[in-house]
């Protein structure tokens, strides 16, 4: 599977009007594959500051959308920037969304639907996806970091 013909079959730039009303659906659990991970991973270390990495990894990302009823933004959402802060680089599931019938646009934008949506998923599963919140607990990012040693602590 060649991720980035079919990341060019799925042309949000063409449709969107970057009106970010989609941006509730950044929840859950949102997969990626290993390919798209070090992209990830690159796009973190290479074009945000350690200190936004940082806020962007470990800020509270819980929304109050009704009341008693919240949700939990993707790990990579940024509460601040209302924003997601690897948008360049997001993996498939993310550049689906308006694409496929299940997840279609919120505001009822014309996109032109992958019939073969399906069967893209099928191939991307035998890639083995993970969850990006494990991705996250695998990869010594910024945030993730060990705290120092105390200089006192006894080895
Ligand atoms: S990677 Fe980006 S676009 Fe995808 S769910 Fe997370 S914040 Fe949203």
């Given at each position: ?5 079919v990341?060019d079959r799925l ?145």
């Open positions: 599977m060649d991720l980035n013909e990341y042309p949000t730039e063409r449709y969107c009007s970057g009106c970010h009303a989609c941006a509730i659906r950044c929840s859950g659990d949102v997969p990626a594959v290993q390919a798209e991970w070090e992209r990830i991973t690159e796009h973190l270390r290479e074009s945000l500051a350690p200190v936004d990495v940082l806020r962007i990894l470990t800020e509270d990302k819980r929304f109050a959308v009704a009341a008693g009823y919240t949700i939990e933004f993707c790990p990579l959402y940024d509460m601040k920037a209302k924003a997601c802060s690897v948008y360049e680089v997001r993996p498939l599931v993310c550049r689906m969304l308006g694409f496929v019938e299940w997840m279609p646009c919120p505001i009822e934008r014309a996109l032109p639907v992958v019939d073969e949506a399906p069967d893209l998923m099928r191939a991307y599963a035998r890639l083995r996806p993970k969850p990006i919140p494990q991705w996250l607990a695998e990869t010594p990012l910024p945030a993730r970091r060990p705290a120092p040693r105390s200089r006192f602590e006894v080895a």
